[in-house]
């Protein structure tokens, strides 16, 4: 069987080349498309010398800087990426990988991160973050998203079988799409984190600080307990925001390697969520080092969170959830978390975070496309 892999474009090494890495494990034939290719040589050691070809755009001035400044021309340039020659056909997609262009002799499956967020449900929370809110520039952003919705709809159904990323996920496709999908959650590498013994007397936020993560809204809401300690681990555009709004209680620590990240997750009281993500790997991890997490009641979180209602059956309660995203309301679930803190056991942080292993990924997606072929397979036989 040919197998391609086609990802949306590779420049860091984050949460959806984990799932890519994870693909070329279990198809090691596997080839690897993208619109562009600029992963650091420090992070490349997971394709073990894999060649990536790439689209046009790779080569156009400024890419490797402004890649995002080519949105308009991706759509052409992924269905430039020529994969005809291939029985089953994975994308892995985010904003255009979906719209490579397969034969009807060809499985595709669209293992979908999320519909493109910002030309969806998040264009004005995307436009008001960009500072494009009027003039010229506002008109031609709309425009151009405006046609990459149209693209989107009518690139899904070349697509045979969605595989969304979590619940949250599967309705985003559902209402852009009109198209089900079958809910298989991302890796989450557990080795890197074990239970340790003891706790200390301060909670842990972990982040890149960008506008939706809402970090400085966190540093924000302890500023109100002094008596309670917050440790903020990652950098980024907001973090002068954070230093403002940081009382003496909240300490700042920046990027940090990896050790220093999991020994205060293994230590902190519980973690604090305040975004509306897609699926959020942190939060899992945290619960990988059997600590609690306070977590934004939106998007995935409550999928991999068992807060007040989880009983003993489903393996007991892992965290508590606020309904707004505001100070107020963080201050309230800080509380919360505190009456309930005798009865969350780290085991059952750590089994709730077992549900989201690397083996059940690569168990689950390969059974999935097992079905997917015999059942084209089968198709195909019928029709002759």
């Known amino acids: 069987m040919k197998v391609a892999i086609v990802h949306d474009w590779m420049t860091l090494k984050g949460g959806g080349e984990s799932c890519v890495e994870q693909l070329m494990d279990i198809y090691p034939q596997a080839d690897l498309f993208c619109v562009v290719d600029f992963l650091p040589e420090a992070e490349r050691g997971w394709l073990q010398g894999r060649s990536v070809t790439t689209s046009f755009i790779q080569r156009l001035p400024g890419s490797r800087k402004h890649y995002r400044s080519y949105l308009a021309l991706m759509p052409i340039a992924v269905e430039q990426l020529d994969v005809t020659g291939y029985d089953l056909v994975i994308s892995t997609n985010s904003a255009v990988a979906k719209g490579v262009i397969t034969g009807p002799d060809q499985v595709h499956i669209a293992y979908t991160f999320s519909p493109i967020r910002y030309a969806w449900d998040l264009q004005e929370t995307y436009l008001r973050e960009s500072g494009i809110t009027r003039g010229l520039k ?9 046609y990459l919705r149209i693209w989107d709809v009518r690139t899904a159904s070349g697509v045979d079988h969605f595989v969304a990323i979590s619940g949250f996920i599967g309705r985003r496709i559902r209402k852009a799409y009109g198209r089900t999908s079958t809910i298989i959650y991302p890796p989450v590498n557990l080795d890197r984190f074990t239970v340790a013994p003891g706790r200390g007397d301060f909670y842990v936020t972990m982040s890149r600080m960008v506008p939706y993560k809402r970090i400085p809204l966190i ?20 973090m002068a925001a954070a230093r403002k709004l940081a009382g003496p209680n909240v300490t700042l620590m920046g990027k940090q390697p990896d050790p220093v990240v999991v020994d205060h997750l293994q230590r902190a009281k519980a973690f604090i969520f305040a975004a509306e993500e897609d699926f959020g790997i942190a939060p899992l991890e945290a619960q990988a080092c059997g600590t609690p997490v306070i977590a934004y009641a939106k998007g995935a979180a409550t999928e991999t969170i068992r807060g007040l209602d989880a009983d003993e059956a489903r393996g007991g309660q892992t965290g508590v959830f606020f309904r707004e995203q505001t100070a107020e309301a963080i201050v309230a679930a800080v509380e919360h978390l505190e009456t309930r803190l005798p009865v969350i056991t780290p085991e059952a942080c750590r089994a709730n975070a077992e549900r989201f292993s690397t083996a059940r990924f690569r168990d689950e997606i390969f059974r999935f496309v097992d079905t997917a072929m015999a059942d084209h397979a089968r198709d195909v036989a019928a029709l002759r």
Do not use: C, K
């Open 138 to 146: 506002n008109i031609l952003a709309r425009s151009i998203l405006h």
């Open 219 to 238: 540093v924000e809401a302890f500023r109100s307990m002094p008596d309670r300690h917050l440790i903020v681990i990652g950098d980024g555009p907001d």
